[in-house]
Nanobody
Framework: QVQLVESGGGLVQAGGSLRLSCTAS????????MGWFPQAPGKERDFVAG????????WYADSVKGRFTIPRDSAKNTGYLQMNSLKPEDTAVYYC???????????????WGQGTQVTVSS
């Protein structure tokens, strides 16, 4: 079992930055992949970024390439979603999730954080 706890959401103006955190506990997290999925009102969860925990290989949705990064601190079992140049369309509840295999598909992920609200004003 893996538990994921998120923090760091909030309100920011367009063009600003936010950093979300996702701290894992429970099973050895090095076996997992971490993904980030925003969910806007009335929409499905949509992949934006992922990282292979041991190797640190990252991958991104085209919509966030060049704006978002996904660093991690293995010693703290914490992954981050660094969001720069935020746009109003980035507004959503952001979820981190863990899976045994890398994927952009939400249903592949076994464990989910509680979600944190990100609101970008124009």
């Amino acid at each position: 079992q893996v538990q994921l706890v998120e923090s760091g959401g909030g309100l920011v103006q367009a063009g600003g930055s936010l950093r979300l955190s996702c701290t894992a506990s429970g099973r050895t997290f090095s076996r997992y992949y971490m993904g980030w999925f925003p969910q806007a009102p009335g929409k499905e969860r949509d992949f934006v970024a992922g990282i292979t925990w041991t190797a640190g290989v990252t991958w991104y949705a085209d919509s966030v390439k060049g704006r978002f990064t996904i660093p991690r601190d293995s010693a703290k079992n914490t992954g981050y979603l660094q969001m720069n140049s935020l746009k109003p369309e980035d507004t959503a509840v952001y979820y981190c999730a863990a899976a045994a295999s890398p994927s952009r598909i939400p249903s592949v992920y076994d464990y989910w954080g509680q979600g944190t609200q990100v609101t970008v004003s124009s």
